[in-house]
């Protein structure tokens, strides 16, 4: 499955330190559009740009997005610019999911793409605790350090964590 990052995620998950973690998920192909890259700060850049050297992480190109189309998308969707370009990005492919932590974001991509498309950083977490990639405490603490961090999540106990199902909506 690819699944698109948004910079939120991007941000999430790279202040819990769990980023390079999430990107070797079993049969996830992580990608990362050129807006988005840009809107991380310097360190997080560096993480993401180690994270594609490796090949654990794909730099995605938004060539086939018409600049009016792409323009036209922000203006009526309220959206910011790494937002519409995961949405519109995933809506090219129909293999693509995008992974999302801002509210609004996550509505209009949901309303695009459909809810099985659209997943949170902290799903991608639990999916790595489902794939033995982190510990529930691990994941947790990233989520507490995320949150610390300024990150805008739901309020979870490390119980979701520990979940057998990856299909919990919303987050």
């Given amino acids: ?3 698109i990052l948004d910079a939120c995620s991007i941000i999430n998950l790279h202040n819990g330190g769990v980023l390079r973690c ?3 998920i079993p049969h ?3 990608q990362v559009g050129p807006i988005v890259g840009g809107e991380c700060s310097e360190d997080c850049a560096l993480a ?5 050297t490796d090949g654990d992480l794909e730099y995605l190109e938004d060539n086939e997005i018409e600049v009016d189309d792409f323009l036209s998308f922000v203006d009526q969707n309220r959206l910011g ?3 519409s370009e995961c949405i519109l990005l995933a809506n090219l492919d129909s293999q693509s999911s995008i992974c999302c932590d801002d509210r609004r974001g996550r509505l209009k991509a949901t309303e695009i793409l459909g809810e099985e498309r659209v997943l949170g950083s902290l799903r991608l977490m639990r999916i790595a605790v489902q794939n033995g990639l982190l510990e529930s405490a691990e994941a947790f603490a990233a989520y507490e350090l995320m949150r610390a961090a300024g990150g805008f999540l739901p309020t979870v106990g490390i119980g979701y964590f520990e979940g057998l199902s990856c299909l919990t909506p919303h987050l």
Avoid: K, R
């Fill in 1 to 3: 499955m690819n699944v």
């Fill in 22 to 24: 999430v990107c070797c």
């Fill in 28 to 30: 996830f192909h992580v």
């Fill in 48 to 52: 993401i740009a180690s994270l594609h």
């Fill in 81 to 83: 610019d790494g937002e």
